[in-house]
C-alpha cells in the first residue's frame, strides 16, 4: 500500500538496506477495518478453497478502496486495514471522507453480487451450518493521526500505521456485531463528511470507550444491499461521491431516520419512556432495523429504568 511505497523510496533513497529501526513519522488519516463475518466456519467448511474465498473478497475490497482514492496497507486473513492520507486541505478531507464510505458500500454490493463467492458459500457443508449463509462483512471507520512506518526485523518487515485511531476501527467493526449493522463510524469522521452525504447516515449511540474519557457519538448508513455489474470497466471505474450516494441512498426513508433520531435523543437524555414509544414506532416502519432493536433491549434489561 501507499505506507509501504513511502517507506521503499526513503530507503531507497539514503542508499541503504532496506532498515526497520527507524523512526515512524506521523499523519493524519482516515482508517477503515473491515472483517469477513463467519470466516472461522467458512475454513473449516471450504477447507483448500478458503483461499479462493477470501481472496475474491480482497479484490473487491482492494479496488473498492483504491477507486475511491484510499489505499490498501494489510491483509490480515478475514480482515482488512485500509487507509486514505489526509493532507491539511479541508475539501480534500471531505472527498476522501465521503470517498472512503462510499467505498464500503461498494464492496458490500460486489461481493453480495459476485456468482464466485455465492458458489462458494452456498457449499452444502456451510449451509447446514449456517443455513442461509451469504458473504457478509462489517466495516469501521474512524479518522485521525497515526504513526506510519516499517514494522518488524530484516526477517519479516510490514510497512503500516499505529496509532490508537487505527485501533478504534478494528473497535467500531467488532461493534457492528452488537448494533446489529453492516458500518459503524465516529462522530469525528461524519463530521468529515460533505452536508448531504452526512444527512443520510444516522447517529444510533454514544459511548465511551475503553481507554478513553471523552464520549464519542456512533453512526451507521443503511447500506442497501443492491446486484451490481461487475465487469472490470465497471468495478475498477471512479464514480464522482455525489452521483454514487443518488444511485446507492440508504434503505431507511428520511422520515425514518427522523424518528429514529428523535428516539437516541431521548434515550441519551434519559427519557426511555419517549425513546421506547419512538423505536417502536420506527419498528413498524421497517421491522429490519437492528439499532432500534439493540436499544429497546439495552433499556429492557433495565425495565425501562435509566441508571
Request: hydrophobic fraction near 40%.
Amino acid at each position: 500500500g501507499e505506507a509501504g511505497a513511502n517507506i521503499i523510496k526513503k530507503n531507497l533513497d539514503s542508499g541503504r538496506e532496506l532498515d526497520a529501526m527507524v523512526p515512524g513519522e506521523k499523519m493524519r488519516g482516515i482508517f477503515g477495518f473491515c472483517d469477513i463475518r463467519n470466516f472461522t466456519d467458512c475454513t473449516e467448511c471450504l477447507q483448500e478453497r478458503v483461499m479462493v474465498f477470501v481472496n475474491r473478497i480482497a479484490d473487491y475490497v482492494h479496488f473498492g478502496v483504491k477507486v475511491n482514492y484510499g489505499a490498501p496497507n494489510k491483509n490480515i486473513g478475514d480482515a482488512f486495514l485500509l487507509a486514505w492520507k489526509l493532507p491539511l486541505d479541508l475539501h480534500v478531507k471531505t472527498h476522501h471522507a465521503d470517498h472512503a464510505l462510499a467505498s464500503f458500500i461498494k464492496i458490500v454490493n460486489e461481493t453480495s453480487s459476485c456468482p464466485d463467492l455465492k458458489a462458494l458459500t452456498d457449499d452444502p457443508a456451510i449451509q447446514a451450518r449456517i443455513p442461509g449463509y451469504a458473504t457478509r462483512m462489517g466495516f469501521g471507520l474512524h479518522i485521525g493521526w497515526a504513526i506510519e512506518g516499517a514494522i518488524g526485523s530484516i526477517l519479516k518487515i510490514d510497512a503500516s500505521y499505529l496509532s490508537p485511531h487505527v485501533n478504534m476501527a478494528a473497535r467500531l467493526e467488532a461493534a457492528t456485531k452488537q448494533y446489529g449493522v453492516t458500518i459503524l463510524m465516529t462522530d469525528t469522521f461524519v463530521d468529515a463528511l460533505s452536508p448531504g452525504v452526512r444527512n443520510l447516515c444516522r447517529r444510533i449511540d454514544k459511548v465511551t470507550v475503553k481507554g478513553s474519557i471523552e464520549p464519542m457519538e456512533l453512526y451507521t448508513y443503511d447500506v442497501n444491499v443492491r446486484q451490481v455489474d461487475l465487469t472490470l470497466a465497471n468495478i475498477r471505474q471512479e464514480i464522482p461521491a455525489e452521483k454514487f450516494f443518488q444511485e446507492n441512498p440508504p434503505r431507511t426513508s428520511e422520515a425514518h431516520r427522523k424518528q429514529f433520531a428523535i428516539g437516541v435523543q431521548a434515550y441519551l437524555d434519559g427519557n426511555w419512556a419517549m425513546a421506547r414509544d419512538q423505536f417502536e414506532t420506527c419498528l413498524k416502519l421497517a421491522d429490519f432495523d437492528n439499532p432500534s432493536k439493540t436499544l429497546l433491549a439495552v433499556m429492557e434489561e433495565q425495565s425501562f429504568s435509566p441508571p
